[in-house]
């Protein structure tokens, strides 16, 4: 982990990116767009997902928070309620940072989660769920075994 970096800029462009594809091409076409990246970006997670269960996505959602530089208890929290990972996320970095930047957060910016999310679990029998809050940057997302 220690020559792992994070690029938090790249969530500005992304903002932009979605936003984009919103306007100009629909909410169908942006939903398009976030399943080829969950496919082909995150095939390697959905694998470990697959082979080693929830332990994966813990070990991944920890990992992502603690590089972006959010504190665990703190900024975030995982646990398991009755056999569902639970992720709490008290401050969002990403928001936060691209509303420290001044760029603007994309109309569906936090659905992108959920859609994403869905494109990691549902292929290898996973389900999952966001609540979010995108005015003050709060999510819930829970992952459970079982579409």
Same mark, same amino acid.
Not at 40 to 44: A, Q, T
Not at 73 to 88: A, H, I, R
């Given at each position: 982990m220690a020559h792992e970096h994070v690029h938090k800029d790249f969530h500005g462009a992304l903002s932009f990116g979605?936003?984009?594809?919103?306007?100009?091409?629909?909410?169908?076409?942006?939903?398009?767009?976030?399943c080829r990246v969950a496919e082909?970006?995150?095939?390697?997670l959905r694998e470990r997902l697959k082979w080693e269960g929830l332990s994966a996505l813990e070990e991944y959602w920890r990992k992502v928070f603690i590089?972006?530089?959010?504190?665990?208890? =703190? #900024?975030? @929290? /995982?646990?398991? =309620? #009755?056999? @569902? /990972?639970?992720?709490?996320?008290?401050?969002?970095?990403v928001i936060h940072h691209i509303r420290d930047r001044g760029y603007r957060l994309a109309d569906r910016f936090c659905e992108s989660t959920r859609i994403v999310n869905e494109g990691i679990c549902r292929p290898v029998g996973y389900g999952c769920s966001v609540e979010y809050d995108q005015k003050v940057g709060r999510c819930i997302q829970r992952f459970w075994r079982g579409g």
């Open positions: 979605l936003q984009f594809l919103l306007e100009r091409y629909g909410p169908e076409e942006m939903e398009a767009y976030l082909e970006v995150y095939r390697p590089l972006e530089g959010c504190r665990e208890g =703190e #900024d975030f @929290v /995982l646990s398991y =309620e #009755d056999g @569902v /990972l639970v992720l709490k996320v008290h401050r969002c970095p």
